[in-house]
């Protein structure tokens, strides 16, 4: 991909692994519910997903990487 003269857009579970992979990429974060039924949490709240969005695409606003 680093080689690619495509644009790519990657999900992935924010971790230290993924961002060193891909430290030469554009690299933003994303939080979010889950909304699946069994991804409830004691007391019923829904855990939050934490990911991050990789990309060679540089977005000036990052309000445009909103998935809601």
Do not use: M
């Not at 030469?24 to 974060?29: G, L, M, R, S, V």
């Not at 997903?49 to 998935?67: H, M, P, R």
């Amino acid at each position: 991909l680093k080689k690619t003269k495509y644009d790519f857009l990657l999900s992935y579970e924010d971790c230290d692994e993924i961002r060193e992979l891909y430290k030469w990429a554009h690299i933003y974060k994303l939080s979010f519910p889950y909304r699946v039924g069994d991804s409830s949490t004691a007391g019923n709240k829904r855990e939050t997903g934490k990911e991050v969005i990789i990309s060679n695409i540089l977005f000036a606003d990052k309000g445009q990487l909103k998935i809601f």
